[in-house]
């Protein structure tokens, strides 16, 4: 019991430096299914000041658009000299259904790992020589996303090797986000 516990530990650890094949990715996934907007709930990050104020990767996610050669158009704020920049970034697929990939600081992997009508889990992985950084994000459909949500992000984000103390809580004060925006209505 203890080898085994023991061995499931150090296989977590290796899993987390290696390649993308290990990351789990929905099943029966349909770009279908991820079109449209979204409120992005809460960030974790192996390096928490990725996520920081004035962090690359500390982004508000709004919506996600399916365009006619497979790729999604996936539009987001990101906060620049104090200013909250509305942005998008074109992921294209692999030959994995729901991973893709897009540039922003490199190459990045975007994977898919749960999805439901009522949340999205996305894991971003940006792989450099200097080790891969990596970044999780849960989105709802609203702001009040069920608690089945929250366990199976915070589930993830453990075996993904991410300490909870990084978590990131969004929307981001002073970004544009629900209060300022009437439901359903695109950017
Ligand atoms: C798909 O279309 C977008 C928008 O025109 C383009 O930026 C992207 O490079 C295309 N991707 C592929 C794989 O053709
Ligand atoms: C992606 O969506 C943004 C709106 O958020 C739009 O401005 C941009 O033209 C779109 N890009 C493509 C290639 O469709
Ligand atoms: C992402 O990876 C690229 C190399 O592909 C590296 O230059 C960049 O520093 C990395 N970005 C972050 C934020 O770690």
């Given at each position: 019991?203890?080898?085994?516990?023991?061995?499931?530990?150090?296989?977590?650890?290796?899993?987390?430096?290696?390649?993308?094949?290990?990351?789990?990715v929905q099943?029966?996934?349909?770009?279908?299914?991820v079109?449209?907007?979204?409120?992005t709930?809460?960030?974790?990050?192996?390096?928490?000041?990725?996520?920081?104020?004035?962090?690359?990767?500390?982004?508000?996610?709004?919506?996600?658009?399916?365009?006619?050669?497979?790729?999604?158009?996936?539009?987001?704020?990101?906060?620049?000299?104090?200013?909250?920049?509305?942005?998008?970034?074109?992921?294209?697929?692999?030959?994995?259904?729901?991973?893709?990939?897009?540039?922003?600081?490199?190459?990045n992997?975007?994977?898919?790992?749960?999805?439901?009508?009522?949340?999205?889990?996305?894991?971003?992985?940006?792989?450099?020589?200097?080790?891969?950084?990596?970044?999780?994000?849960?989105?709802?459909?609203?702001?009040?996303?069920?608690?089945?949500?929250?366990?199976?992000?915070y589930?993830?984000?453990?075996r993904?090797?991410?300490?909870?103390?990084?978590?990131?809580?969004?929307?981001?004060?002073?970004?544009?986000?629900?209060?300022?925006?009437?439901?359903?209505?695109?950017?």
């Open positions: 019991m203890k080898l085994l516990l023991l061995l499931s530990v150090g296989l977590g650890l290796t899993w987390t430096l290696q390649d993308q094949t290990l990351v789990p099943q029966g996934f349909h770009p279908e299914q079109i449209g907007s979204w409120y709930l809460i960030l974790a990050s192996t390096d928490p000041s990725a996520i920081e104020e004035g962090g690359a990767y500390l982004c508000y996610m709004t919506g996600i658009v399916l365009l006619d050669n497979g790729s999604l158009n996936v539009t987001y704020f990101h906060r620049e000299d104090g200013q909250c920049v509305k942005n998008f970034y074109i992921a294209e697929e692999t030959d994995t259904p729901g991973r893709y990939t897009f540039e922003y600081h490199g190459k992997y975007l994977t898919f790992v749960e999805v439901t009508e009522d949340f999205i889990i996305i894991d971003l992985e940006n792989q450099s020589e200097e080790g891969s950084l990596i970044v999780t994000e849960l989105h709802g459909k609203t702001l009040s996303t069920d608690d089945i949500g929250w366990d199976h992000y589930s993830y984000i453990c993904r090797g991410i300490e909870i103390e990084t978590t990131v809580e969004l929307p981001l004060s002073d970004c544009p986000s629900t209060p300022s925006r009437k439901q359903g209505e695109p950017y």
